[in-house]
Nanobody, 122 residues
Framework: QVQLVESGGGLVEPGGTLKLSCVVS????????IGWVRQAPGKEREGVMC??????FYLPSVKGRFTTSSHKDKNTVYLYMNDLEPEDTGVYYC?????????????????YGQGTQVTVSS
């Protein structure tokens, strides 16, 4: 059974840092690239980042602040978010298109996790 489970969200002040985790099961990270998507209140979903060995897509507003990495032995992908801004508030999802390439970028993935809430506020 395919599952993606996000965690690590929370309330943080502007300028703060969060690390989101996405644990996958039912497939391995050797077979697929994981993308990150977010949805702010009242707005449509937007792609945040997707990266593999030869591709790197990102939302321009997160350049230099967010990065992603994977720990294949733990079936886990991370989204590191630094210098957070109130505009980063939203529900963050990890997602997969079951491809080694970012074919689901920005928001056309087949599977999404349940999401984790990130709130940036003072």
């Amino acid at each position: 059974q395919v599952q993606l489970v996000e965690s690590g969200g929370g309330l943080v002040e502007p300028g703060g840092t969060l690390k989101l985790s996405c644990v996958v099961s039912g497939f391995t990270l050797d077979e697929t690239t994981i993308g990150w998507v977010r949805q702010a209140p009242g707005k449509e979903r937007e792609g945040v980042m997707c990266m593999n060995d030869d591709q790197w897509f990102y939302l321009p507003s997160v350049k230099g602040r967010f990065t992603t990495s994977s720990h294949k032995d733990k079936n886990t992908v991370y989204l590191y978010m630094n210098d957070l801004e109130p505009e980063d508030t939203g529900v963050y999802y990890c997602a997969t298109d079951f491809s080694r390439r970012c074919t689901g970028w920005p928001i056309h993935y087949h599977y999404y996790g349940q999401g984790t809430q990130v709130t940036v506020s003072s």
